[in-house]
């Protein structure tokens, strides 16, 4: 659960009914899959660590070794970030911030796999499979930057290993040197959204498409929840009184962003149509600057 930020504030949450594909046909698929790997790599959203994790995957995953990958960490906090790398591994996960885009982080993801499997590569090489081929595979929620990351380890082209078994369109495994493996899975992970402010935090985000929402609801949503965690941020970016913020509803707050920016239809009415699609789009590449929405709770 996600602790609810905005209580006292007008607009209700977005209620997000979505579905990402076909997910008893994948969920058989990672449990096909998990038997062909060593290690299982979860790709997490740095900005809302909870809501982009799948709360089933553990089961999913049945006790291999696994590590987190924080990735977009690059439009994170980066103190809200060190704080959940630190509850990870309290918890028992290894885990490092990575940006996908750029690469940076990226140099620790191998030795942090070796780790993780230390003990059972002691084993293998006991048996003399010195060198054996390590393989993980890597999870994750649509858009959360698995194809990113697979393209940047295999330095530009993707270099697919074609004849393996359980290799089908969807599923497909790539070499990245080292003696690793990656098998990429369709990454569609979820049962339904039980907590609202899930579907709301990965509809701040992109990761689901605008088309399955209101935009205008949305950003006044994203609005109230910036009121919240970046105050500062968002009156610098908007030209808004940071003292007559916390009474506004979101859709106020859409209204004078609009007004202040000249969004103006005839009339001089407001066109927050516009400006939602601003607001959420600046928000999306970062333009408020590094943004957590989802702090680590005591
Ligand atoms: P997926 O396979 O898990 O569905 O995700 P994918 O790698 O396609 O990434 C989804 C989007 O997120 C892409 O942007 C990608 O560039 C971006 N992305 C991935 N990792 C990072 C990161 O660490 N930082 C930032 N800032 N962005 C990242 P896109 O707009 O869909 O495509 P493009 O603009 O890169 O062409």
């Not at 990672?30 to 809501?51: F, G, H, Q, T, W």
């Not at 995957?57 to 970030?81: C, F, W, Y």
């Amino acid at each position: 659960m996600i602790k609810k930020e905005t209580a006292a504030r007008e607009t209700e949450a977005v209620s997000i009914q979505w579905f990402p594909g076909h997910m008893t046909r994948t969920k058989r698929q990672m449990e096909k899959c998990i038997r062909l790997v060593d290690a299982v790599a979860e790709i997490v959203d740095a900005r809302v660590p909870v809501s982009s994790r799948n709360p089933v995957l553990h089961k999913l995953i049945q006790g291999k070794p696994r590590v987190i990958l924080m990735n977009k960490s690059d439009m994170a906090d980066p103190e809200e970030t060190k704080r959940w790398l630190q509850r990870y591994r309290d918890q028992g996960t290894p885990a490092i911030a990575v940006d996908c885009r750029s690469g940076k982080g990226l140099n620790s993801f191998v030795p942090l796999v070796r780790e993780v499997l230390r003990d059972r590569i002691a084993v293998w090489e006991s048996k003399g499979m010195v060198g054996r081929t390590i393989r993980v595979m890597v999870v994750g929620i649509p858009n959360v930057g698995k194809s990113s990351l697979i393209n940047k380890l295999c330095r530009g082209g993707k270099a697919a290993v074609a004849d393996r078994p359980g290799v089908t369109r969807e599923n497909r495994w790539f070499s990245i040197g080292k003696g690793f493996e990656l098998l990429d899975t369709p990454g569609v992970l979820w049962p339904k959204f039980e907590d609202k402010l899930v579907g709301e935090h990965l509809a701040f985000t992109g990761a689901v498409k605008d088309e399955v929402v209101d935009t205008e609801t949305l950003a006044s949503r994203l609005l109230e929840t910036l009121v919240e965690v970046a105050p500062h941020a968002l009156c610098e970016r908007y030209r808004l009184e940071e003292s007559s913020l916390s009474e506004k509803p979101g859709y106020e707050l859409l209204e004078t962003i609009g007004k202040n920016r000249g969004m103006l239809m005839a009339g001089g009415v407001v066109n927050t149509e516009r400006a939602a699609a601003a607001v959420l789009d600046e928000f999306r590449s970062a333009k408020l600057g590094r943004i957590t929405l989802e702090q680590v709770e005591e």
